[in-house]
């Protein structure tokens, strides 16, 4: 899976709110909202990627504990 990467066509995109027709007002709330939208996504991208390098230590540290357990209970089986 690639990692996130911020769109690089956001000028593109502005761009093309300029020609759908709409007030001023709308166009500057338009505006407003795809940046809000922008940075939610980024944010939300980084927190998946954050959470799931923490899941992945607490499963790693599972799977050692796991282990451990198991080569005691074969230790307690052989004495």
Do not use: C, P, T, W
């Given at each position: 899976m690639k990692p996130y990467q911020q769109a690089r066509n956001?000028?593109?995109t502005l761009e093309q709110l300029?020609?759908?027709?709409?007030?001023p007002g709308e166009?500057?709330?338009?505006r407003a909202y795809l940046r809000q939208s922008e940075?939610?996504?980024d944010m939300l991208?980084?927190?998946?990627a954050e959470l799931r390098a923490a899941?992945?230590?607490a499963g790693r540290g599972i799977a050692a504990?796991?282990?451990r357990g198991k080569a005691s209970a074969a230790r307690?089986?052989?004495s």
């Open positions: 956001n000028v593109k300029d020609q759908i027709r709409m007030s166009r500057r709330m338009a940075l939610l996504a991208m980084r927190a998946h899941f992945g230590y504990l796991v282990r307690a089986e052989l």
